[in-house]
């Protein structure tokens, strides 16, 4: 995934696919991870806030080694 095809599944313009749930939380998952959830405009950022404050999706965790 990158952050075209994310973008163009979350916002429902990809050619000829109807995304399920499942592939739109993992665009959204994507661009958390990311972090251009946080640098697009202000929907991307609302939104991703709301999905992991529901549970859907979660905050990038780091691994101290």
């Given at each position: 995934m990158?952050?075209?095809i994310a973008c163009s599944l979350v916002e429902g313009?990809?050619?000829g696919e109807n995304a399920t749930e499942a592939q739109?939380?993992?665009a959204?998952?994507?661009?958390?991870d990311t972090g251009q959830a946080?640098?697009?405009?202000?929907w991307y950022g609302r939104t991703a806030n709301n999905l992991i404050a529901r549970g859907l999706c979660h905050v990038k965790t780091k691994c101290i080694t």
């Open positions: 990158d952050t075209f313009f990809r050619d739109l939380l993992e959204w998952q994507y661009l958390i946080y640098t697009l405009q202000g």
